[in-house]
C-alpha cells in the first residue's frame, strides 16, 4: 500500500511555488501578495492564519494579515475588501472563515474580486469551474486532485465516489473529478446504501466530518483512498476513514494527518500566484 505522504508533497510544491515566485519577480519586478483578514480570536482560525502566513513568506510572497476584533461592523470589512480589490500590490484575498455571526458570509465572499478569490469561492469562480474553464479552485479539493494525480497520472474513466457535497470540499472536488473524465458519484447524509456506492470506486474521497466513518469492507481492492476529514475523538485526530482497516485494501491512502492537511496551504500559496500570473496576462 502506498502511503500518501502530504507532508513530503506539500513541501515539494512550495519549493516548485518558491522558485516560480522567484521568476516571477525578475520578469515583473514585483512578487505576488496575499492578503488574508482575520475576524475575531477563535483558536484555530488563529493558528490556519499563522501558518498561512509562514508559508507565503516561505515562497516569497508578499504576506499580510489584517485583524479585526469580533465586534466589528460588516460595512468596515466590506470597505476594506473594496479597498483590497482596487489595490495592485494584492493578487490574492482571503477572509478566514467562520464569521461572527453579524457578518452576511456570502455577502463577504460575493465582495471580493473573483480574479483574486483565492479560496475558490466567489459564484463566478464556482460557476466557472463546473463550466470547465480556467477559475481559482478551492485549496482542500485542489490538493485532493494533486495527491490523486501523483498515485495515477491518468483518471480517463475511472469511477469516483466523493463522500460529502459540501460547497467547500465535495462539490469541487467532484467538478476537478469530471474534468479528468471519471464517471464521478456524489454521495451525501440522504445516500441509501453508502457501502455499495463505495465499493464502487476506484478513487474514493471521503469529506464528511464522522470519524473512521469509511470501512474496510466498504472498499474495493486497489482503490485510491483521499480522506479529507480532521475529526478530535478521545485517541487523537482521526480521518473520515478507518486508516487500520482500509490500508489492507486500498491501493494508496492519505493518514490523517499528514495527508490532505499539509496540501491545503500550498494549494493556497499556488492560488495566490495563479491570480498574479491571470493579473499580469489581462
Ligand atoms: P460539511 O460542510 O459539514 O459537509 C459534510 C458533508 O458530509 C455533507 O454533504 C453531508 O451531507 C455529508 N454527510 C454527513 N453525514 C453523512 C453520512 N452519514 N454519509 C454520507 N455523507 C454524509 O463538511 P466539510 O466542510 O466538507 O468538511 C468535511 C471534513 O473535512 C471535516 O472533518 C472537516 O474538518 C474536514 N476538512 C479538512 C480540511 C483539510 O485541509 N484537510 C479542510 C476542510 C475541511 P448533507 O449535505 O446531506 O448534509
Known sequence: MILIDGKKAAAELRQELKEEVSELKKKYNQVPGLTVILIGDLTPSQIYVRNKEKSAIEVGLKSDVIRYP????????????????????VSGILVQLPLPKHIDKQKVIEAIDPAKDVDGFHPMNVGNLSSGYESSIPCTPLGCYLLIKKIEPNLNGKKA?????????????????????CTVTITHSKTKDLKAECLEGDIIVAAVGIPELVKGDWVKKDAIVIDVGINKTEKGIVGDVAFDEVSKVAKALTPVPGGVGPMTIACLLKNTIDCFK?????
Open 278 to 282: 491571470r493579473s499580469q496576462k489581462n
Open 70 to 89: 469580533d465586534s466589528v461592523e460588516e460595512k468596515t470589512v466590506l470597505g476594506k475588501i473594496e479597498e483590497l480589490n482596487k489595490d495592485n500590490s
Open 161 to 181: 465516489v466523493v463522500v460529502g457535497r459540501s460547497n467547500l470540499n465535495g462539490k469541487p472536488m467532484t467538478q476537478l473529478l469530471l474534468k479528468e473524465n
